[in-house]
């Protein structure tokens, strides 16, 4: 089965899906991004970088902030594999550097370390299992893009992947396993960290569930978060948290709540839909043991929607985005293609298909993304074969490449803007992993 606009028009698929559409049939199908250059949307063609580093449009610059192994303090380096990042204003003189001017910025920083790697060293206080590498770093950085201080403010925890801003001001990390050798703690868990480093506890937020979570993105209204997994065997699901409790925000996720799990009659694979503008009617099913003490969570249910790479995921425009970055029908996926964005819409209760890439085009392996404050599209951190990519998009969501690695075939991560939306910051996951600081005209989007 494959869900078309074919398929939709005749009605043959309508009754099982629930479809809905928006707009015109004429209108909205003509999204695919595997033939587009990128040339005529954005910023104009990329230009090759002199020092081989980093590629970008004319007008715009790059810094290079944090490189994996940079020494922090005696015996503390950079540790390696950077991954999701969000950023936080320095306000009221916090930050551990100059106090912070206005216009600087916190960074926090995960680090997709398990047991291997350059090792995440904190204080006792901050380290959840000294068996494991990953982390996270906060960055202090100025409004001109310059490093003022960076320090490891979360040890101890395993394959740190993605996550997501919080409304009031923290960075959930996610643990993108279930479990690795040596262990001596459960891994598999969401942590808070907090970017002024007056709450960050190496306590595990198990309301959230056990399971390979990869980002979060969370609702500022309701302060409901929608949680995805990269696994297989079978593949992972979209979850939906929803607290028991709003007061004291900052408290919501340690007082519990309920875990559901994403599920579209009739589509048990997202692969099968492949026309952008589709419309779904969501059904969200509980978890029956969100701990995942005997069974994984995803293991849980008969019947469920799933995808095999379920990636980042951001909060914008009254929705929650989220990434699936690629779909093999010879890994046992139901359909092929080389990306999907998605949107839920918690008013609707539908997701929607925003984008896809089909195999064999320009960009392909969608994984981090951001919403952009410019034109109302998105920014994605490729993780794809051969060249990797900055992925934009245009209000219309027509990509465009942002920028391209220069140095090696190492993934791009942790896309982000700065609060007041002047720096994007993005990183090389590895050889050697780096930070990197963005500006030009944002403004002078075409299309």
Known sequence: MSVTRRGVVKGG???????????????????????????????????????????????????????????????????????????????????????????????????????????????????????????????????????????????????????????????????????????????????????????????????????????????????????????????GLLYRFTPRAHRGAHHAYQEGGKLEALNVQGVPDLSLVTEPGTRLRAQWLPVPDPSAAATSTRKQFDTVTRSQKLEGAWWGHGKAYFVCSYSKKSDGAAGDHAGQVWTYDPRRNEIELQLIFKPGGRFDGPDNITV??????????EDGDGEQYLIGTTRKNKPFAMARNALNDSEFTGVTFSPDGRILFANRQSDPGATFAITGPWHRLRG
């Open 372 to 381: 952009s404050p410019y034109g109302g599209g998105v920014i994605l951190a």
């Open 13 to 235: 698929a309508a009754g099982a899906l629930s479809i809905a559409l928006a707009g015109s049939l004429d209108g909205i199908f003509q999204t695919s991004a595997g033939a587009d250059t990128g040339e005529a949307y954005g910023y104009g063609p990329l230009i090759p970088d002199p020092k081989g580093v980093l590629d970008l449009p004319k007008g715009f610059s790059y810094k290079t902030l944090s490189v994996e192994g940079d020494p922090i303090s005696d015996g503390v380096v950079v540790p390696g594999h950077h991954d999701g990042t969000a950023t936080f204003p320095v306000q009221g003189g916090h930050g551990h550097g100059h106090g912070g001017k206005h216009g600087s910025s916190l960074l926090v920083r995960n680090h997709e370390q398990s047991n291997n790697g350059t090792r995440a060293v904190a204080p006792a206080a901050l380290t959840y299992d000294p068996a494991a590498n990953g982390g996270t770093t906060t960055l202090e950085v100025d409004r001109d893009g310059n490093l003022v201080s960076q320090y490891v403010s979360l040890a101890g925890t395993a394959t740190n992947c993605a996550g997501g801003r919080t409304p009031w001001g923290t960075w959930l990390t996610c643990e993108e396993t279930e479990g690795f050798t040596g262990q001596t703690k459960s891994h598999g868990w969401v942590f808070e960290v907090d970017p002024y480093g007056k709450k960050t506890k190496p306590v595990p937020l198990t309301a959230l569930g056990r399971f390979a979570h990869e980002a979060v993105a969370v609702d500022p209204h309701t302060l409901t978060a929608y949680l995805t997994e990269d696994a297989s065997k079978p593949f």
